[in-house]
């Protein structure tokens, strides 16, 4: 009996002391959490949406990798640490003296959003964010495409004409996602591209082509029932000088304009929309990385960030082969400088890829982006890197949007925006 105690007794101190040697010291241990926090820093923005009380943000990490086809999407599971967000402006918010404003505030959810709105063909269409399915066509007219926005809550759809034709039916119009009639809210222009709004829904921000103008492009500010609130010249349409998309800043007192000359970027200029009287007035903002030029910004729902594509060229084409290569990043919208990056991909194609449009969820959790290609032939291939994507961080997805014509031609959605 002494003797089994004693052996019992003897095993238990082994095996202690063998779970002992295999604990790591305490440097091995400092040293693993050091490399789990820069790990878990590369993959997230910081910031935090106050309303909802939580850490929420987009994962934007260092993962320079190329976006991968069916990749299935991460869940969220990793709240971000708090941080106090910039404002892309000091000014006091500029107010409307005519007409009524809307609101409607999305309440902030983590939860990617189930469809998207987009230009599809002829028609403009409610689409699977999962499978790239139509789910609903809210308007359908002969060749034409549309310009879209979405209000905050998701319930309402901003959208124009697009095309040659867009002066035959002018304005911009409202109608519930649901269902229901179109309202024509602006009359005698149209948006050019993306409908972008604030955080409470209250105001509207876009670019447009003014009928019977000789091609003129403006950048307007509306409220939510179309009311002006201010507008700025941008130039001749056919101009050497572009401005190719407009955001909004969640508060509503800023404007990011997404700037080119040529085929070349310029940079990003923000507009205090209280005092700046031109676009040329507003700070000029470069992206972060040397040798690089922003193709498209957009402001960062919760934190106010600004968020750009920055795309890449070799120093010298001539003798450099490396391919021009697109880089995620987010900036502070007051200083420029560089707070994360995202994904990354080349352009394999010869120099001919470009990110189109992006959009971000309400939550700013979720961004969902188009890249197309300056070559008419790449429109009828399809080519691995074009088409629609959605990225919550790891690897973008590519949204399997593609439909072919009754003439046999390959269509992928416009402007998508949820």
């Known amino acids: ?156 759809a901003y959208y124009s004409r697009l095309g040659p034709a867009a002066c035959d039916q002018p304005g911009v119009f409202r109608m519930p996602v649901a269902g229901g009639p179109a309202v024509r ?80 970027p310029v940079g990003v200029r923000l507009l205090d929309v209280a005092h700046d009287a031109a676009v040329g007035d507003g700070r000029l903002i470069q992206a972060p990385d040397p040798g690089c030029k922003p193709v498209n910004a957009l402001f960062q729902p919760g934190t106010g960030r600004l968020v750009m594509v920055e795309r890449c060229l070799p120093k010298d084409p001539r003798t450099d082969s490396t391919p021009p290569r697109f880089t995620l990043v987010s900036v502070d919208p007051v200083s420029g400088r560089l707070l994360a990056r995202g994904f990354a991909f080349d352009d394999h194609s010869g120099a001919d890829l470009d990110v189109t449009t992006m959009d971000f969820d309400r939550s700013g959790r979720y961004l969902l982006y188009a890249v197309g290609s300056a070559d008419p032939a790449d429109s009828q291939v399809a080519r691995p890197q074009t088409g629609t994507w959605r990225y919550g961080g790891g690897r973008p997805v590519r949204v399997a949007d593609d439909r072919r014509s009754s003439g046999g031609e390959r269509i992928t959605s416009i402007g998508p925006t949820w």
Request: aromatic share 2%; glycine share 8%.
């Open 1 to 156: 009996m002494r003797e089994d105690l004693l052996k019992e007794q003897l095993m238990s101190y082994a095996r202690s002391a063998a779970e002992v040697a295999s604990q790591p010291g305490a440097a091995a241990i400092h040293r693993r959490a050091r490399r789990h926090y820069r790990r878990v820093a590369a993959l997230t923005v910081a910031g935090v949406l106050a309303a909802a009380g939580v850490g929420v943000g987009l994962g934007l990490g260092r993962d320079q990798t190329t976006p991968t086809v069916d990749q299935p999407s991460p869940p969220v599971t990793s709240p971000l640490p708090p941080a106090s967000s910039t404002p892309p402006t000091t000014s006091p918010p500029a107010t409307s003296t005519t007409g009524p404003t809307s609101t409607t505030r999305a309440p902030a959810s983590a939860r990617m959003p189930a469809t998207f709105v987009a230009s599809l063909g002829n028609r403009l269409a409610v689409m699977s964010s999962t499978t790239g399915r139509t789910v609903q066509t809210l308007v359908s007219a002969p060749q034409a495409q549309f310009a879209v926005g979405l209000s905050p809550d998701g319930a309402t």
């Open 185 to 264: 809210i602006v009359d005698g222009e149209s948006a050019a591209g993306p409908i972008s709004t604030s955080a409470d829904g209250s105001r509207l921000a876009y670019l447009t082509n003014v009928c019977g103008a000789n091609d003129q492009v403006d950048l307007v500010l509306r409220d939510a029932a179309g009311a002006l609130l201010r507008r700025w010249a941008v130039g001749p349409a056919l101009s050497a000088a572009r401005a190719i998309t407009a955001s909004l800043s969640p508060n509503g007192r800023a404007i990011a304009v997404t700037l080119f000359d040529e085929l070349d």
